[in-house]
């Protein structure tokens, strides 16, 4: 009996990071344009769904990227707009950027 609580203990413990992983990402559509912008600028980084099957990773500015990313501004559907400035993606220096 005691293997049968054990085994069923460790069964339940094993589920929980999946758990973590059906989160659902924040979804521009479903905000207002102030809404996504304040999102970015408070949590710095932040991976945004764009529409059903888009997403990206946007940030407040160049320090939430790696030593080798320059920042390009980012503009995404809200609510309340087409197209709503909302911070910058991450992209990799180039050699016309220099």
């Given amino acids: 009996?005691?293997?049968?609580?054990?085994?069923?203990l460790t069964a339940s413990l094993a589920l929980v990071p999946g758990l973590a992983l059906a989160q659902a990402r924040p979804s521009s559509p479903s905000m207002t344009c102030a809404q996504a912008?304040?999102?970015?600028?408070t949590q710095g980084?932040?991976?945004l769904g764009t529409g059903q099957f888009t997403y990206?990773?946007?940030?407040?500015?160049?320090?939430f990227c790696q030593p080798t990313e320059s920042v390009k501004p980012a503009w995404v559907p809200t609510r309340d707009s087409q197209?709503?400035?909302?911070?910058?993606?991450?992209?990799e220096l180039e050699f016309d950027d220099f």
């Fill in 83 to 91: 197209q709503c400035f909302i911070g910058y993606t991450c992209r």
């Fill in 1 to 8: 009996m005691r293997h049968l609580a054990i085994a069923a």
């Fill in 56 to 63: 990206d990773r946007y940030v407040a500015h160049r320090g």
């Fill in 37 to 41: 912008q304040a999102l970015i600028r």
């Fill in 45 to 47: 980084a932040v991976v």
